[in-house]
């Protein structure tokens, strides 16, 4: 019998700067598993964010550029289009992707670029010490909504998938989360399903993972985990919203699953 | 093959063809986009990939993309788009990748205008985008000039591992000239085992390779600095480049002037020649490096008096010229700044107030 666990070979054998309870790392890891079950490592070009996720690459042990706050998507969209054999991915947070970004994601989605992005929703800016974010709940205390996000003011949340689902380009847009197991292997099966979409040159694919952030939100993991479960997971609903075979039709968002 | 009669703005793009560069990612502005008319038609006929961006600022990162997995790539466009890509220049330059950036100029500040400008000099020469770095920039006063430009541009740019950049004004942009390109100016393959980031498996040597930007520990990013600062010094030793005009004679005035206004310029020394009036010229074809041995030495001349800068701009390259020439001899300014080109005359009419 073979080993039931290792470390996948496109992790690299290190220790991660990230917090105690932070779902970076179990993103990380499914995304180096998905690399690694794919057999795709020798032609894989990663793309760091600005955010907590800026040193990722050292994470990892295949090529990786770093780019700009919000630009990765650009950046995928110039490897893919020189180099469609590459398989590309950005790897973003809430502020780098659905603030600064937002640009860059909505036109590299509506082109139908085939690269994949992993999009971490944790409500809050973490690596500048937890600012308000396009996605933080009504409510929120952050750093720069010390009163609870009003959103009158702000707005509401926003929700990237659907945005994105929206627009009418073929694409594979999911949205999962990381908060327990079952949900960290359906997480899995997305993440893969995304990567496959992009090696047989089908879509964009777009895998938003509702996260915790439990050093700004000021909680202990468990209770970020318990937090998100009641706050976000009802507004931020699960599920597939968009598949290249079927459009929008299987819109299946599901917050109880 | 013989010359054949092409507009600026296309002339370039199908010089970067020549040159080898199949890729390109702009964002249409006037006095350039004639360039990418031409090529969204001309590169599918020639395998290679054309792509309309967003915006400049995502222009300048589907660049950056493209450069870091080692393949040849450029962008053209005008004053306020460079302004964008400016942020994107800052990240190619430290994360040293290759890569062509052309800027025909408009008037500014602002929207300012569509007509011919020399007013980004400032911002292509000493930054533009944050951080320590330069690019190296090449001023063509010609449409013949600005192929062979554009043509050694992509060796250039792979030799530093930084961004060259061709800055012309909107002039060689939309004038049509006959032109030819030179075959032996075709860029040689590079190797990039070493550093770009295509997928390992590609490379011999089975070590992934990484293009970031952020040092955070301060011995290493002034290490890193102080290597980029090696690659720029390697510039001003090895890549100077101007034309000296009418030095040989005893001039009373040198002219400093490049692109479209040194041909004006040219006009009119040939014409007070005829009058009895001998003005000198250096024309910088790279504005970074600097001329700045050649100003010296030719502003240092017995019979100069003085220095007269000539650009469409407020005076941006004055005070490289006055650093060149040291203080032997003042340091004049003649410009206009809206678009106009100053003709001759009136050019004439300046160096006459200065030398009787
Ligand atoms: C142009 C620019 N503006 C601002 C910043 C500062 N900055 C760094 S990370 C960040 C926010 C990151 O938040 P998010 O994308 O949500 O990622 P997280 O840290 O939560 O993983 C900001 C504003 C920057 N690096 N560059
Ligand atoms: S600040 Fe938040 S997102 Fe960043 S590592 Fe810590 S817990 Fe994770």
């Known amino acids: ?257 | 093959m013989g010359k054949v009669l092409m507009k600026g703005n296309e002339a370039i793009g199908e010089a970067a063809i020549r040159a080898g560069c199949l890729n390109y990612f702009a964002y249409p502005i006037t006095p350039q986009s004639e360039v990418a008319e031409y090529l969204s038609r001309r590169l599918p006929e020639a395998g290679g990939v054309f792509l309309q961006g967003e915006s400049e600022v995502a222009v300048s990162y589907m660049i950056f993309g493209a450069a870091a997995c080692g393949e040849r790539v450029f962008t053209t466009s005008s004053s306020p788009g460079i302004s964008l890509m400016s942020e994107g220049i800052s990240y190619i330059t430290a994360g040293q990748c290759p890569a062509v950036f052309v800027n025909i100029m408009r008037g500014g500040p602002g929207l300012g205008g569509i007509l011919p400008s020399q007013a980004d000099y400032m911002q292509s020469v000493k930054g533009g985008g944050h951080g320590d770095y330069k690019l190296l920039v090449m001023a063509p006063a010609s449409v013949q000039e600005a192929v062979e430009m554009m043509m050694s541009a992509f060796a250039l740019a792979e030799k530093y591992r930084n961004p060259v950049m061709i800055l012309g004004d909107g002039l060689i942009g939309q004038m049509m000239e006959p032109v030819e390109f030179p075959d032996a100016l075709k860029a040689k393959p590079s190797n990039k085992d070493d550093w770009a980031t295509n997928g390992m498996a590609t490379r011999s040597r089975n070590q992934r390779n990484l293009v970031k930007t952020l040092y955070l520990d301060p011995e290493e990013l002034n290490a890193h600095n102080l290597m980029l600062r090696a690659k720029y010094e390697q510039m001003e030793k090895e890549e100077v480049r101007y034309e000296a005009y009418n030095v040989d004679e005893d001039y009373k005035l040198l002219i400093v002037s490049y692109g479209t206004m040194s041909r004006v310029c040219r006009t009119a020394i040939d014409n007070l020649k005829d009058q009895g009036i001998e003005i000198g010229m250096i024309r910088p074809q790279t504005l970074f490096p600097f001329p700045k041995t050649a100003i010296y030495d030719a502003a240092g001349k017995k019979s100069c008096r003085a220095a007269l800068c000539v650009e469409m701009c407020m005076g941006q390259m004055v005070e490289d010229v006055e650093r060149s020439v040291s203080g032997q001899r003042p340091v004049h300014w003649y410009g206009k700044c809206g678009g106009e080109v100053p003709t001759p005359e009136e050019v004439i009419e300046e160096v006459r107030k200065l030398v009787k």
């Not at chain 1, 989605?109 to 994949?116: D, L, V």
């Not at chain 1, 999911?174 to 079952?182: A, D, F, I, V």
């Not at chain 1, 964009?204 to 937090?227: H, Q, R, Y």
């Not at chain 1, 609903?237 to 459009?247: A, I, M, Q, Y």
């Open chain 1, 1 to 257: 019998m073979g080993k039931t666990f290792q470390k996948p070979e496109a992790l690299a054998e290190t220790i991660t700067h990230y917090c105690p309870g932070c779902t970076h790392g179990v993103a990380h890891r499914l995304v180096a598993e998905v690399i690694d079950e794919l057999g795709v490592r020798g032609k894989t070009v990663g793309i760091a964010p600005v955010g907590c996720a800026v040193l990722m690459y050292n994470y990892f042990t295949f090529d990786f550029q770093e780019a700009a706050h919000g630009r990765a998507p650009a950046m995928a969209t110039g490897i893919k289009r020189v180099r469609p054999d590459l398989v590309v991915f950005t790897y973003q947070g809430d502020g780098d992707l659905a603030s600064i970004g937002m640009s860059e994601i909505v036109h590299a989605a509506n082109r139908g670029e085939k690269f994949t992005v992993i999009f971490i929703n944790n409500a809050v800016y973490g690596m500048t010490g937890g600012q308000m974010a396009p996605t933080t709940m009504p409510d929120q205390r952050t750093t720069t909504s010390p009163f609870g996000r009003k959103v009158l003011d702000t707005g509401m949340p926003i929700k990237m998938a659907e945005m994105l689902a929206a627009l009418q380009t073929p694409a594979y847009i999911t949205r999962q989360t990381l908060l327990s197991p079952k949900y960290i292997n359906k997480a899995k099966k997305a993440i893969k399903q995304a990567f496959s979409y992009q090696i047989e040159n089908t879509c964009f694919s777009f895998v938003e993972l509702v996260s915790t952030c439990p050093t700004n939100w000021g909680m202990t993991p468990l209770d970020a985990i318990k937090w998100a479960e009641e706050k976000m997971l009802p507004y931020y609903s699960l599920g597939v919203f968009k598949t290249p075979e079927n459009g929008n039709e299987v819109q299946t968002p599901d917050s109880t699953q």
